[in-house]
């Protein structure tokens, strides 16, 4: 606010100078001037477009600066036009680089996407002010902004330093730290926001946001609801209410999968999840699989797969699964399993970890007729390395109960687009290799694929979305490209419930593992 009322006091002072002068044309400057008075006067958007046309015929006139200042400031300030105002503040920054048109400049580079250029200009200002904490505030927020917030936390240092009474630039740190990650640190800074402001809105709803990044939802609601008893509007605490009101809800999704492969395999499946959260960190996972082939001379195979575990929410970073799984095959006994899994998040980054044993084998009619089991161990990452270029990787390592070891691996990288019809491009690596071939099921050995994909979704109504899908797998040893294509329909209604249904189609010619084939999926998810 100490700066705005400078700057009102600079431009009034601009004005009367501009009108003093005898250099601009009689009926120039008295439009010009007239212009001004009813814009202010009546504070009409289209009385600051007059006055902004005829300060722009005065300027061209005769380029005087404080006409120019005046110019620049009803574009900014008064149309919000940017665009319009930085090349008349540019040029009062080069002809008197005053630090309150300076902040202006800054301000107007910065809604005009030259980011750096006005870090650069805040930097300066902050220099020229060794005891402004405001300056340094606004710089602080650009540097968020430009992804450097090392930078930006020095710099809010230096401002509370000069000013300790500064709740802004202690609510831009706690943002920043709860951005990257620092929740302890974030937390530290909500009693010292209390403290200068017992009643402050946004202690309360930062507060709120910690506590619900780390699972503590009761505590976040009552956050909150005292962010809103003061400002019965704040966006952050009504969006974090809602998303805490998402995280208690129970979630089913079933799958149903048909694929008929090129060596005569009908395979059927239906796959059922269950998410039922039991307040706080905790919430019951529950599955339960229909697996059935169908293969001459073979005949047939089916089995029900059922599983059940705990998934606990240690902090914002940690999540542990831990749970068991069981089958039962005709003729053979029951197999009893255990599975568990580690989840790390970080504000670039996400890992997992997971280990389960005697898990069933599906990967032919011989392996489920005959039972096999594998102990498999997981791991997967998730890197963002900038706004729209993600890479990622997923990799398994398994040992079979014939005494048989797999290893995969696939590693994307994958191009977000601006489009929102067209969502990803990606090129990604896999390996598969058994440790001995068998007829019994596929077991390539040291198979490796490099796969282009391109998916797109086109919103075709509000709750309508095509889904398409296309690959080309080329086989590296055997020199041959295949191609794989789904396509379909997802709908998304109001009451919480998804249905998606697609087409698959996948060809690999000379694969040492059988991919090709025909099939479909249909999905259906729900939430309350």
């Known amino acids: 606010m100490r700066n705005r009322a400078v700057t009102i006091l600079v431009l009034v002072w601009s004005l009367s100078q501009a009108?003093?002068?005898?250099?601009l044309t009689f009926p120039i400057r008295a439009d010009a001037e007239g212009?001004?008075?009813?814009?202010?006067?009546?504070?009409?958007?289209?009385q600051y477009e007059r006055a902004a046309l005829?300060?722009?015929?005065a300027v061209r006139q005769e380029p005087d600066l404080a006409l120019r200042k005046s110019l620049a400031y009803v574009y900014l300030d008064k149309l919000k036009r940017p665009a319009a105002a930085y090349p008349h503040l540019e040029e009062v920054a080069r002809q008197a680089p005053d630090p309150d048109w300076m902040l202006m400049l800054a301000r107007a580079a910065r809604e005009t996407g030259r980011k750096n250029e006005a870090a650069g200009i805040y930097q300066k200002i902050a220099k020229s002010r060794p005891r402004d904490a405001w300056s340094r505030f606004e710089l602080a927020k650009i540097l968020r902004e430009l992804k450097r917030p090392a930078e930006a936390r020095a710099v809010l240092g230096e401002a509370l330093r000069i000013d300790p009474t500064n709740n802004y630039a202690r609510a831009e740190l706690a943002a920043i730290e709860l951005e990257n990650g620092r929740y302890a640190e974030a937390r530290r800074l909500v009693p010292e926001m209390k403290a200068q402001e017992p009643g402050s809105a946004d202690a309360h709803a930062l507060a709120g946001e910690i506590l619900r990044k780390n699972w503590d939802l009761a505590g976040s609601d009552a956050e909150y609801r005292q962010t809103l008893e003061v400002n019965p509007t704040d966006v952050a605490a009504r969006s974090g209410l809602q998303k805490n009101s998402d995280a208690r809800?129970?979630?089913i999704g079933a799958t149903y999968y048909q694929f008929k492969d090129s060596d005569n395999l009908q395979q059927r499946s239906l796959y059922t999840t269950a998410t039922i959260p039991g307040g706080g960190r905790f919430s019951g996972v529950f599955g339960a699989n229909w697996i059935d082939f169908e293969r001459e001379p073979f005949g047939r195979a089916s089995r029900i797969e059922l599983a059940a575990g705990m998934l606990a929410h240690v902090d914002a970073r940690l999540t542990l699964?831990?749970?068991?799984?069981?089958?039962?095959?005709?003729n053979l006994d029951r197999k009893i399993g255990f599975d568990g899994a580690a989840y790390y998040s970080l504000p670039a980054a996400d890992f997992s970890l997971g280990y389960a044993t005697r898990k069933p084998v599906n990967d032919s009619i011989q392996a489920v007729l005959a039972g096999l089991t594998q102990d498999v161990f997981t791991g997967s990452f998730t890197w963002r390395v900038w706004s729209h270029l993600v890479i990622s990787g997923r990799g398994s390592f398994a040992e079979y109960a014939d005494e048989n070891a797999r290893t995969h691996g696939i590693v994307s990288a994958g191009w977000a687009m601006p489009w929102h019809w067209l969502q990803r491009a990606a090129v990604e690596y896999q390996i598969l290799e058994f440790s001995r071939q068998t007829n019994v099921y596929s077991s390539p050995d040291n198979e490796k694929i490099i796969r282009p994909v391109l998916q797109l979704s086109p919103r075709l109504l509000d709750w309508l979305t095509l889904e398409l899908r296309g690959e080309l797998p080329y086989l590296i040893e055997e020199k041959q490209w295949g191609h794989g294509i789904s396509a379909g329909l997802r709908a998304k209604f109001a009451n919480g419930v998804g249905i998606g249904v697609t087409c698959l189609r996948y060809e690999l010619p000379g694969g040492q593992a059988n991919w090709s084939g025909d099939g479909f999926k249909v999905e259906v998810n729900a939430e309350f």
């Open 19 to 23: 009108f003093a002068t005898d250099k």
């Open 35 to 46: 212009a001004l008075k009813l814009a202010y006067t009546t504070n009409d958007p289209a």
């Open 54 to 57: 005829s300060l722009e015929q």
């Open 249 to 251: 809800k129970i979630r």
């Open 321 to 330: 699964f831990m749970g068991l799984t069981g089958f039962e095959t005709e």
